[in-house]
């Protein structure tokens, strides 16, 4: 798999959404104990702790449309193209068809029959978060 700087190198990185994001990772950090790692704008911040990760998103922007949800999850896969095969034939509802990205990912989004949303991510390139927007704070 390919790594990219503005992306954690989780497998699995939930997605949670606050009314307040910044307010939400500075929260997150003093009380759980995680590093900011990433601020985009006022609407996104990455968070780590050790080999985990968790992206805080404001409420309507989790992984689909804007219709109140407050989680969904993050998934680094090899081949999206492939996966979103998999996923459709399987009965997932596609929510976004896969799309590269300025920040080096290929994305697709989905609802399982829990109606979960969850985002399926290929890195595809290697891209400096502040080439797009994002404001590194911890990349160690």
Same mark, same amino acid.
């Given at each position: ?11 699995? @990185? ?7 994001? %910044?307010?939400?990772?500075?929260? %997150?950090?003093?009380? *759980?104990? *995680? ?5 985009? !704008? ?9 080999? !985990?990760?968790?992206?805080? $998103? ?9 219709? !109140?949800? $407050? ?41 399982? @029959? !829990?109606?979960?949303?969850? $985002? *399926? ?20």
């Amino acid at each position: 798999m390919i790594e990219n700087r503005s992306i954690p190198s989780a497998s699995v @990185i939930p997605e949670l959404a606050y009314a307040d994001v %910044l307010e939400a990772g500075a929260w %997150l950090c003093e009380a *759980f104990g *995680f590093t900011e790692r990433l601020r985009i !704008g006022d609407h996104r911040v990455q968070l780590v702790l050790g080999d !985990g990760a968790l992206v805080v $998103t404001e409420l309507g922007d989790a992984a689909g449309p804007d219709d !109140g949800a $407050t989680h969904s999850l993050l998934v680094r896969v090899e081949d999206v193209d492939r996966h979103r095969e998999r996923a459709a034939a399987a009965g997932a509802k596609i929510l976004a068809e896969p799309a590269d990205h300025p920040y080096g990912e290929r994305q697709y989004n989905a609802e399982d @029959i !829990g109606g979960h949303r969850w $985002t *399926f991510t290929q890195s595809i390139a290697d891209v400096d978060p502040e080439t797009w927007g994002g404001t590194p704070v911890d990349l160690d």
